[in-house]
Structures are given as C-alpha cells and as structure tokens.
C-alpha cells in the first residue's frame, strides 16, 4: 500500500503543470494533499475515476485546505478537532480504515515575525490530543506540512535559522511532543543523515542547489512499524515548492 502526502501549493495551479503525469506514473493507493486553496467542484471534473475525494475546505476562499484521494473508500472521514478556534482553515482530515487512522495535516505557520507562534503552540497540543484519542481505538499514521524542521540534520542552515519561524524552540518542542508520544518519524526509521529536503525558498538556485527544509512528514505509531516496508521523498518532482512524501506499507 503506497500512501503519498503533499503540499501543492494550489491544486488549481499545480493541474496546469505534471500533476496529473506525475499522479499517473506514482499510482498511489491514497494522495493527502495541502494547501488546496480551492473549491471541489473547482478541480473534481478533471480527476482520474479510481479516486474517491474527500475534502476539508478553509471558510477564507483560496485559502489552506486538505484533501484525501484515495482507492480504497474509508469507513468513515471526520474533518477538524472539534475545537472551534482550529477548524476554520481546513487543516485536519482524518479517514478511518480497517486497521488504521489516516490523518491529512497542514499545521498553521507561524509566520515570519512569529505573531503566529502562540497560536501554533496551541494548535500542536490540540493536534496531539486528536491522535492520543484516534490512537486509543487503533493505530495512527498522520501526514502533511509540519511546518518545521525537527531537528539540525532537516535543513541546509540550521545555525543561521535558529529562532527563525519553522525552526524556533517552541516549533520543534512541539514536534519532539509527537515523538515522546511514540510516533516515529518513517523517514527517518530508514535515513540519519542530512541534504533531504522537501521545501524549498522561491528564490532563484535555491532549490538547484538544494537549499532547503525538511517540513512534510509521515509519522506512525509503533504497532506499524512492522509493516513499513520504506519511506521516501520525491525531491525531483516539481511544479510546487514542496515535494511528495511518500511509504509503503505491507
């Protein structure tokens, strides 16, 4: 079972480039994207029949959002938290399968001058709560943007950049929280080093370069850890200026 995580940065705008080449050639059996920005009846016409879609559109129009496309229906999709401070941006869809949650997340930035810090604090809590409970019932998989760099080895620069917003000490506490908790990083299960990115700056020759961050992520829970057969990151494919995430499960 492929299952792909990626933020397009405008599903509008990424049809108009390889999306659809680049959807054909991977064949995922479930695609979550992030940062959507669009309505479903916007962009649903021109998607492949194999793939039911389930949305979580942001109140502000062109705006944040999730989507889940998958092969497979679910047993059941929520959206949000359930907590009304968090759920106006269309950041969180959950799908309930068989033996497994899958949780869809684009975690708010906190943004260049760090006004969104406090607000992002609040939100990583919430967030660990909402698996905490998925994960009383039956393991987790969550993926997405993170909007953060855990740790040195997930940016070209981390000494230029500590403190900045992605890699300040609340950021990566809050991911750290995700780890205590015992969701494991599935990149990492299969790759220690450095130079794997899956954000780039817009800057010209930053992403030729390869001047970048490693802010989109799957996590699991340890029960699936014996089905991980590999964890990857598909810094070739463009048209965002993120990169798919991908792993493969038995």
């Not at 780039?200 to 970048?212: F, I, L």
Request: glycine content about 8%; charged content about 25%; overall charge neutral.
């Amino acid at each position: 079972m492929k299952l792909i995580s990626w933020n397009v940065n405008g599903l509008r705008a990424i049809l108009g480039k390889n999306f659809l080449d680049y959807l054909a050639q991977e064949d995922p059996d479930v695609l979550c994207l992030q940062e959507t920005r669009c309505q479903p009846d916007e962009v649903e016409p021109l998607w492949p029949d194999a793939y039911t879609t389930y949305w979580n559109t942001a109140e502000q129009a062109g705006y944040a959002g999730t989507a889940i496309f998958t092969k497979a229906r679910p047993l059941e999709i929520s959206t949000g938290l359930d907590v009304a401070e968090h759920d106006r941006e269309g950041r969180v869809l959950t799908a309930e399968f068989t033996d497994f949650f899958l949780v869809n997340v684009y975690v708010p930035n906190s943004r260049r001058d760090l006004r969104r810090l406090p607000y992002r604090q609040r939100w990583d809590r919430s967030f660990l709560r909402h698996l905490k409970k998925l994960q009383r019932r039956k393991p987790v998989i969550f993926c997405g943007d993170l909007n953060v760099a855990h740790t040195e080895f997930d940016l070209a620069n981390p000494k230029a950049n500590v403190g900045q917003h992605g890699f300040t000490h609340e950021e990566r506490t809050g991911f750290s929280a995700f780890v205590r908790a015992g969701f494991l990083d599935t990149f990492r299960e299969f790759e220690k080093g450095g130079g794997h990115y899956t954000w780039w700056s817009q800057m010209p020759g930053v992403r030729e370069r390869n001047v970048g961050w490693r802010i989109d992520y799957f996590l699991l829970s340890p029960a699936l850890r014996p089905r991980l057969k590999r964890a990857f990151i598909r810094a070739d494919v463009l048209g965002s200026d993120h990169c798919p995430v991908g792993i493969e499960l038995e």
